[in-house]
């Protein structure tokens, strides 16, 4: 039983540009979370999405913009990219009520 | 504003001690406080949660202790292992939300 998967496992981006990653959750779980980890420090939730709408949104600016498919799989998309925003993308799934499962994220770098 | 302080930022502990790590939090709506640990390159991995009901979970060698008064819940690791050197991370989130995560905890078990 495949956990959380997240591609691509590396990425390096210039200032400006726009950027996609994507998850596949965990089989089972509907509900997929989307966090920043900057380095040394805790994750940082996002957005959430349950049912392809988004229900719940962190503070982050709306530059930061997601999708979630049929298939429960989910996108996060980042426009005109900051050196700020280099960091570790993790997506975690559950089920409602159920704990959030992690993915190993992207390491995204801004150049 | 951080919601969930944790501390110490770095603990060193010996074969077979027990590690203590320590949370408080601010926002009294919040229902479910789980413990996470990182290794290098992987995501979080969800060790022991706890819910406000109880003072007290034991899964092993890991107890959460829950001080609901004071607003605080702490991580016990009995019998600290070499394996057991990671980032530990303690969460908190209200209801269907996102979890707000706590800056971390470097353990290392020294030989």
């Known amino acids: 039983d495949a956990g959380v998967t997240q591609s691509p496992t590396h990425l390096i981006k210039t200032r400006g540009q726009q950027v996609t990653l994507r998850c596949s959750p965990k089989s089972g779980h509907d509900t997929v979370s989307w966090y920043q980890q900057a380095l040394g420090q805790g994750p940082q939730f996002i957005f959430q999405?349950?049912?392809?709408?988004?229900?719940q949104r962190g503070n982050f600016p709306d530059r930061f913009s997601g999708h979630q498919f049929p298939n429960y799989s989910s996108e996060l998309n980042v426009n005109a990219l900051l050196l700020g925003d280099s960091a570790l993308y993790l997506c975690a799934s559950s089920r409602p009520g159920q704990p959030q499962h992690f993915g190993d994220g992207t390491r995204l770098s801004i150049l | 504003q951080q919601q969930v302080k944790q501390s110490p930022q770095s603990l060193i502990v010996q074969k077979g001690g027990i590690s203590i790590i320590n949370c408080a939090y601010e926002n009294t709506a919040f229902d479910y406080f789980p413990w996470y640990q990182q290794f290098p390159g992987k995501g979080p991995a969800l060790l022991i949660a706890?819910?406000?009901?109880?003072s007290e979970k034991k899964e092993g060698r890991f107890t959460i202790s829950f001080n609901k008064s004071a607003k605080q819940f702490s991580l016990h690791i009995m019998d600290s292992q070499p394996g057991d050197s990671a980032t530990y991370f303690c969460?908190?989130?209200?209801?269907?939300?996102?979890?707000?995560f706590g800056k971390g905890t470097h353990l290392i078990i020294q030989p």
């Open positions: 999405y349950y049912e392809e709408e988004e229900r």
């Open positions: 706890i819910r406000p009901d109880v």
């Open positions: 969460a908190a989130k209200e209801g269907a939300d996102g979890l707000t």
